[in-house]
């Protein structure tokens, strides 16, 4: 499609070198033509390249694929594994015997992998894995079970980026610096990794995804605690007079409404991945997170608040006990937000279906049918009613009912 644009201009250019046509005349009326025509010609080229960059902003990607926009959001998380393998059918199966319309499929995951290997060439060795053999393939069965499809990717996680370019990362005595799970960052002051970033994204429009949502938009969390230990480059951000916290900020925020605009002629929406805890607060100290400013330039916002993911908040004493409560309580503090947003976006947040032994010494709380659907419940409630749901294995419990209330 790229490649289609710069051919189209070219012709463009050609055609008006061929305006100016000249009959049988004298030879002074034929100087005299010759010379307005290129006059003429040359009017007609200066014009183009100014209206140049415009006619560039009107042009619109086409997909081959059809898909509708659900009467509202409803959908599970997919892995490039599962989405290539044999349990898409399962998922699929899940899809035709509930309420669920919608799949989000890692096409960029937390590692920085390519979850397939893209006809054109990436810039850095061994980052594609052939997941999905064939993506379009697993985009036309989801057409035909009409399930609606948006492409997850991670942005600023991306342990391999980072070892290919320690150069935009993060690093520490001379090392590329890994958090305690042993995974490394890239920095959101980089241009170059935003562009990086969009490349992957554009081809996920190409490929035919309706929607590009866009996770892990900030820095490592606590940032703000080890930011002066770790060596990195801030970029364009070097000489903005603002503290720390606020370039930060800036940066993420910069991002994702740069992310938007670039994207703005593939017909697709954009999403942002958000801690639900950002919502309550007027900006996160140290991962950059701003959820009125990121919600300003997104056309969805898909906050995780996820039970499990919360210490005592909402004067709850343990969260991921009481799923219904919590997210009733966060759906009243985001709700506010947004509303005093001029053209908020669409409200979908990430929900739970999946168990947290990490947080308990004994038994472990469990999340069946009745915790799910009380997530579901307090959404609707509060007048939101898409979700996604996260399992990070893909396994979802049975004989939960998506329905929205009525």
Known sequence: MRTYIKWSVSMMIAM???????????????????????????KEADLLIHELPEALARFSFVSDLQFEYPDAVRGIYVTGHSAGGSRF???????DSTDLNSMVIDIKDDN???????EEELPYEGVAQNFMKDPKKVLKKLEEKGVYPIARIVVFKDTALAEARPDLSFTK????????????????????????????????????????????????????????????????????ELNDIKKRVKA????????????????????????????????????????????????VISSMIYPSHWTPYFDIDFPDKEPYRLVDEYAKVENEVLGALDNPPVSRPWIQDFEAPWLYSGSTFQYGVEEVEAQIKALNENGIDEFLIWNAGNSYTEGVDYTPLD
Request: net charge negative.
């Open 173 to 240: 005595d001379g090392k590329v610096w890994t958090n305690g799970k042993g995974e490394s960052f890239v920095s959101p002051f980089q241009k170059e990794v935003w562009e990086y970033n969009l490349d992957i994204a554009k081809r996920a429009a190409e490929l035919g995804f309706k929607e590009i949502q866009f996770d892990y938009v900030r820095f490592p969390e606590g940032f703000e605690k080890r930011d002066k230990e770790l060596e990195y480059d801030l970029g364009d951000y070097e000489d903005v």
């Open 252 to 299: 993420v925020t910069d991002f994702v409404a740069y992310g938007r605009e670039e994207l703005a002629h593939y017909n697709v929406d954009v999403s942002v991945d958000i801690f639900g805890y950002a919502a309550t607060l007027e900006e996160t100290p140290g991962i950059g997170q701003n959820f009125s400013k990121i919600a300003d330039n997104v056309d």
């Open 112 to 118: 920085g992998h390519l979850t397939y290997e893209p």
């Open 16 to 42: 008006l070198m061929l305006v100016a046509i000249t009959t049988t005349v004298s030879a002074e009326e034929e100087k005299e033509a010759v010379l307005h025509a290129q006059v003429h010609e040359k």
């Open 89 to 95: 059918e399962t998922l699929l199966d899940l899809m």
